[in-house]
């Protein structure tokens, strides 16, 4: 009997390249998303059902889990994926511009997994998969608030595997170094602040570097691949960095001071 995964933010970068694979793999896929009419021939793909998600509004999340289940019965599988990065020096933030980054890389990530691990524990098996980053092991210059949200990501999912363990349910977290997908693009908020000109050289020095890191990475197909591989993994193994084990490594072994200097070395040269 086929397994089905459901999958936030699937209409473009590594959540349609997640969707594509485990179609291909002949599992039901439930491609989530904000605009479902964005979903192009993803929803031609085999197994695969367009529902609308926004992971900031708790009836869409409800909507579609209960879709889900009435569709297969089960939801074996769920990649919290949706998210964005907002960029840009921390002065220049609003609240409402920091609410809204924790609204969808946190809060979302929780409302969804809330709804669908009932279904989970009566079962008893189940497997979350959160997106997280490098971003939520080493930081940057720039993403302070993106950082923020990613460090709560791996706390969060690092205390959940505790409760869930004796529900058989894994906690998995997908730890991504730069990938070539539109976060560097359409998928990233610029903050800026009216008036505000004295980070305007820092920013300048440093975004560029940011973002030929991201232009010349590989592609999001590595990343569903190794979504595919934490999915299928029946250990309780908790992360899954891709193109940034050397970094994590480094971070690791080397002192705060000897970490920063190696960032502002590659980013504020």
Do not use: C
């Not at 997994?113 to 720039?142: A, D, H």
């Not at 979504?227 to 960095?241: C, G, H, L, Q, S």
């Not at 050397?246 to 001071?257: E, G, I, T």
């Amino acid at each position: 009997m086929a397994k089905t995964i459901l999958v936030t933010g699937a209409s473009s970068g590594i959540g349609e390249a997640t969707v594509r694979l485990f179609s291909r793999k002949k599992w039901n896929v439930l491609a989530t998303m904000r605009s479902p009419e964005k979903a192009g021939d993803l929803a031609t793909l085999p197994g695969v059902s367009i529902l609308r998600l926004d992971v900031t509004d708790l009836d869409s999340i409800r909507s579609a889990v209960d879709e889900g289940l009435a569709q297969h019965g089960a939801i074996d599988a769920v990649v919290n994926n949706a998210g964005y990065g907002m960029v840009g020096p921390f002065e220049a933030t609003t609240p409402e511009k920091v609410q809204k980054q924790f609204e969808t890389n946190v809060f979302g990530l929780m409302n969804v997994t809330r709804e669908v691990l009932p279904s989970m524990r009566e079962k008893r098996s189940g497997t979350i998969i959160n997106m997280s980053s490098v971003g939520g092991r080493i930081t940057f210059p720039l993403y302070s608030v993106y950082h923020a949200t990613k460090f709560a990501v791996e706390g969060f999912s690092e205390s959940l595997q505790y409760e869930l363990r004796q529900f058989n349910i894994k906690v998995k977290l997908i730890e991504p170094g730069p990938i070539k997908t539109p976060f560097y693009d359409r998928s990233q908020d610029l903050v800026s602040k009216e008036g505000l000109k004295a980070y305007d050289t820092f920013v300048a020095r440093a975004l560029p570097h940011m973002q030929k890191e991201g232009h010349n990475a590989p592609g999001p197909t590595g990343v569903a691949y190794t979504v595919w591989e934490a999915a299928m993994d029946n250990t309780y193994r908790m992360r899954y960095p891709i193109n940034a084990e050397a970094m994590l490594s480094l971070r690791k072994l080397l002192p705060d001071r000897a970490v920063f200097k190696l960032v502002r070395s590659v980013l504020l040269r």
